[in-house]
């Protein structure tokens, strides 16, 4: 039980340090987009920003099905109560 805790909590750090290094990427390759019009740094700038969106997504399914665990095993431990 301890270790499956401790894998989900691993796994949400090392999303949220994803997303952090996506997002100071993604406004470091913004800056430069709009210093220098070139499409590969936009592109790169467009690729980080789906980047955010989908760890976003996998964060928040992460989080629901924890939740929907957790509160799942009290719902059955307190109706057999």
Request: aromatic fraction near 8%; charged fraction near 15%.
């Amino acid at each position: 039980m301890v270790q499956s805790y401790l894998k989900r909590d691993t796994m949400l750090l090392v999303g949220f340090f994803i997303v952090t290094v996506l997002m100071v990427s993604c406004a470091v390759l913004l800056s430069m987009g709009s210093r220098s019009e070139s499409p590969l740094i936009c592109g790169a700038a467009v690729l980080c920003i789906g980047g955010l969106l989908f760890s976003f997504l996998t964060i928040a399914g992460h989080l629901n099905t924890n939740a929907e665990e957790l509160y799942g095993e009290e719902i059955r431990n307190g109706s057999q109560e």
